[in-house]
């Protein structure tokens, strides 16, 4: 086993933007039960959505370059209170206090920890679960 889960996806579209942006990076990767999900979206939920395996040397690099993506985004939405665009992502994760703990784990144990993505504006201070959908 030399590919670990880095983290799954509901969405379609979205596994695949990120799988060609890593794939554009040359990190050796590929969805996993993406073709299932694509016939059969009610099966999602079930299957832990379209799974995002990554090389295990890769794994390190690939989280940075998701992280990146993601802070340059975030970057492009303002802030539903306050209008800045100043907002961030913070991760929790339940078992671990830090992401290199769960990297490590997850190396060791080939599976991924549950991480909660939570989003926070660095302007006013606004926490919030679900990134508003800004236009
Ligand atoms: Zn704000």
Redesign the pocket.
């Known amino acids: 086993m030399n590919y670990v889960q880095l983290r799954s996806f509901d969405n379609y579209i979205e596994a695949n933007i990120v799988l060609n942006m890593l794939q554009h990076a040359n990190i050796n990767c590929y969805l996993k039960d993406e073709h299932i999900i694509t016939i059969d979206p009610l099966l999602s939920p079930a299957l832990g959505g379209i799974k995002l395996m990554v090389h295990t040397e890769h794994v390190e690099r690939a989280w940075d370059l998701i992280d990146k993506a993601e802070e340059q985004y975030l970057k492009s939405i303002p ?6 665009h ?2 961030k992502s913070v991760s929790v994760t339940k078992t671990y206090k830090c992401k290199l703990s769960a990297l490590i784990s997850m190396l060791l144990n080939g599976q991924s920890v549950e991480i909660t993505k939570m989003y926070q ?6 926490d919030f679960k679900e990134l508003p959908h800004g236009n």
């Open positions: 802030c539903p209170i306050c209008k800045a100043a907002l504006c660095s302007a006013c201070g606004y």
